[in-house]
């Protein structure tokens, strides 16, 4: 996670690196490294579309070789973890959650398609809105 991170350890408090780091895009929206550190803390914080569109910045910034596998699954596992918080009140919420992050792996699909696990992910996630629409045509 790089020197930034290091820097920001110090605060112990992540909502605060949150701040500093949401700063620091915003007077340097090249910096990979911060965008970086970003994602990395909005994944601590459960900020998932800020984690998704970090993503996509450092996809945009080519630094395409920090979207490895582990990030993949972290996507994945955001998924789950949503649909698990997320109950039949707030179902519309579930399904912006489900929407961006389909509109994230075609993105990743298009941009680093050749990597299998941006497939495996995308196929993962095609098989859980499956599951979840049979499930509901079971009830």
Known sequence: MGQYFI??????????????LEQGVKYASTDWRLWNNLMGVSLRNKKFIRFYSCIEKLVLLVHRELIDEQIIQKITQTLAYQTDQLNQENIIQSNINKKR????????????????????GLANRIRTKINSRFATLLQ
């Open 7 to 20: 820097l920001f350890g110090f605060l112990e408090k992540f909502s605060e690196a949150q701040s500093a």
């Open 101 to 120: 992050i389909l509109k994230l792996y075609e993105y990743l699909a298009k941009e680093i398609g050749q990597k299998y696990y941006i497939w495996e």
